[in-house]
């Protein structure tokens, strides 16, 4: 095979990282070079065991820098481009959502625009990575499919469905090869410790509230990090351009629950006795406009392409727990002094 030069963008982030050090290791023959304006979620410590590897190079900057950009592209001639970059966090986008859309709507066109003019447009593609959260909410039953109408309710998913049309109506108006993945919720290692699960592990660490939404009866769809690692490179290589897949674990759980099972495990871990982290559990404001329940029907990606998920989730929280006991200094290092300045505004207000 011929070397491919794929650009990664957001690379130094949650999901982006685990894809970047799968195409490194896994493809010798590509170079990879990995985007990033390493915010507060990117982080270049989640990188370290590949930074040295001959066929991967990080650049810092901003999708947003249409300059920038463009000299990249023109001088890296990249064959594809797999797109991640984006702030991710619905609770920051109710709060600020106007780097939302700088970041998830202008810089996605900023990318689309270059890579028109610089990329591979014959033979390569345009990846963009996007959330279930596009469609909006569901009741007690049902799934989304790729048919299923957008309806996004948050600042965030309203930015993500955005980008996702822009990406579109590039691969109808002008032709451009482009491809589309809705995922839902991802858990596993080096995720910040303002979402949901590793919030949660983080402050049983801590002996800190574990803040629960509403009465917790919302549900999330949870695809272990790694399987969506594995889905995006199937979907990289072997997905219909111009087409969308959906991505799920098959995995609801409410959010109550979730936050019950870290409990128990933390305890056995600690060697705490049965209950102490329960007893943590406090119940606040609900999020504003909070959807109920995301659910995904990826029977298209596994029908057409063979994917599925390989990690219970027996396995995979009981390896994310692992890994955070096992890496608190990178907890340290992440949760700056910006992030403990966002978690007051965030929870002390909601109390
Ligand atoms: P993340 O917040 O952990 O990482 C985002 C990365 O993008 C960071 O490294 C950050 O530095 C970088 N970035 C932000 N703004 C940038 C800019 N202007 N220019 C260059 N880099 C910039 O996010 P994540 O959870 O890893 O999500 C990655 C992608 O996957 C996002 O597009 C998100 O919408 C999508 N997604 C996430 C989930 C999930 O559960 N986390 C589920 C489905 C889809
Ligand atoms: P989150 O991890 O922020 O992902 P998303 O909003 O993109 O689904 O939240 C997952 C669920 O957990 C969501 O229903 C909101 C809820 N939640 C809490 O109850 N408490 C918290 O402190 C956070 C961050 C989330």
Request: aromatic share 12%.
């Amino acid at each position: 095979m011929t070397a491919k030069k794929i650009l990664i963008t957001g690379g130094a982030g949650f999901i982006g990282s685990h894809v970047v050090r799968r195409f490194v290791n896994r493809y010798p023959n590509y170079e990879i070079d990995n985007l990033d304006k390493l915010t507060y979620a990117g982080n270049l410590e989640n990188l370290r065991d590949i930074e040295g590897a001959g066929n991967y190079r990080f650049v810092k900057g901003d999708i947003c820098d249409a300059s920038f950009i463009d000299q990249l592209m023109n001088t890296r001639q990249y064959d594809g481009v797999i797109h991640l970059a984006a702030e991710s966090h619905v609770d920051r986008s109710i709060s600020g959502p106007d780097e939302f859309v700088r970041t998830n709507v202008l810089g996605t066109i900023v990318l689309l625009q270059a890579f028109r003019q610089y990329g591979n447009t014959a033979t390569g593609r345009f990846y963009h990575i996007s959330t279930d959260e596009v469609y909006g909410e569901l009741g007690e039953t049902g799934f989304f499919t790729e048919e299923t109408s957008y309806k996004p309710n948050s600042p965030y998913s309203a930015s993500k469905a955005s980008s996702d049309h822009f990406v579109r109506a590039w691969g109808t108006t002008y032709k451009l090869p482009i491809v589309i993945s809705n995922c839902s919720n991802n858990y596993g290692s080096h995720h910040f410790p303002e979402k949901l699960i590793p919030l949660m592990i983080n402050n049983i660490l801590n002996k800190k509230p574990l803040p629960v939404y509403g009465k917790g009866e919302n549900v999330r769809d949870w695809l272990y990090v790694e399987d969506h690692a594995g889905a995006i490179d199937l979907i990289f290589h072997d997905g219909k351009l111009g087409d969308t897949y959906n991505i799920g674990g098959n995995n609801e759980w409410k959010n109550i629950d979730i936050v019950k099972i870290i409990c128990q495990l933390m305890d056995e871990k600690l060697g705490h006795s049965a209950g102490t982290s329960e007893s943590l559990i406090e119940f606040v404001k609900d999020r504003a406009g909070h959807d109920f329940r995301y659910a995904i029907d990826s029977s298209k990606l596994q029908n057409e392409l063979g994917w599925k998920p390989s990690v219970t989730f027996e396995e995979g929280i009981e390896r994310t727990i692992d890994w955070y006991l096992s890496n608190q200094a990178w907890v340290e290092h992440v949760t700056s002094g910006a992030y403990q300045e966002y978690y007051k505004n965030q929870y002390q207000e909601n109390r």
